[in-house]
């Protein structure tokens, strides 16, 4: 199964998680998701840059435990759930909440099924580093200019000092972002200028955040007609793109 399959990727998934779990009796078992959202420092620490946009207070950060496995979602929605993994199957996937609440029970699910590593955000001072170890491997992908889908501020710096403002472009769904410049580069509406963007790049890096906000099948379907380069990156697709097979980079991520 892969993204080009014409059911919506996060429906792909449940049919395929509902396989994973009958098999060892897991729908039986009961998972939880936070009851309150994970603070910006419990979430991603304490790094030195203060424009993160959880940090900034625009996402939020859910995370599900199952049998001592984690898994995190970033979202504009965060809410809370108890109950079994049968439950979350029959989850509702038609708003931000419940798609949220399906992410990260999906990311822990497979993480202890020994799945999928890195379904926890890193910390402290290892987002620079993982924003310099992608925008290293955007270069050695052999793209001369690189979409970013998703406003990561250390990431898109990372990538203007590879590439240079000429070669960058960057699209962000918060209306506070758009039209305006960052790190020498203007972000452009992640609602009507995508298209535009891709069709302009090289390499397309998407976050794994619009797997919940529910834009991830149309920009990955317009990267592939377009024959562009896409990758995922982040923790919270990182369930998703180990089930469809989707090329993840998540360099510092922890389990």
């Not at 991603?44 to 993160?52: A, K, N, Y």
Request: net charge negative; glycine share 8%.
């Amino acid at each position: 199964m892969n993204a080009q399959d014409h059911a919506p990727i996060l429906e792909q998934c449940r049919d395929m998680l509902r396989d994973l779990v009958s098999k060892p009796g897991l729908d039986r078992v009961e998972i939880q998701v936070l009851a309150k959202p994970l603070s910006a420092e419990e979430a991603i620490g304490t790094p030195g840059r203060r424009d993160f946009p959880i940090i900034e207070g625009k996402e939020m950060m859910i995370e599900a435990s199952v049998l001592g496995a984690r898994g995190q979602a970033f979202t504009d929605s965060p809410s809370d759930f108890a109950g079994r993994i049968r439950d979350i199957l029959e989850l509702p996937l038609a708003d931000n909440r419940g798609r949220a609440v399906f992410v990260s029970a999906l990311n822990a699910i497979l993480r202890h099924l020994e799945m999928v590593e890195g379904t926890v955000h890193c910390k402290d001072d290892d987002p620079e580093k993982c924003a310099l170890e992608i925008a290293a491997l955007a270069r050695k992908s052999g793209a001369n200019s690189v979409g970013l889908i998703g406003l990561n501020p250390a990431i898109a710096e990372a990538l203007v000092r590879e590439f240079g403002t000429e070669s960058v472009r960057i699209a962000d769904l918060n209306r506070q972002n758009i039209g305006r410049k960052k790190f020498g580069v203007e972000i452009r509406d992640g609602r009507s200028e995508t298209e535009d963007m891709i069709r302009a790049s090289d390499l397309v890096l998407i976050t794994g955040t619009t797997v919940v906000n529910g834009t991830f099948d149309d920009l990955w379907n317009l990267a592939r007609r377009e024959g562009k380069a896409a990758v995922v990156y982040g923790v919270t697709a990182a369930g998703v793109s180990r089930l469809i097979n989707l090329p993840r980079v998540c360099p510092c991520a922890r389990n």
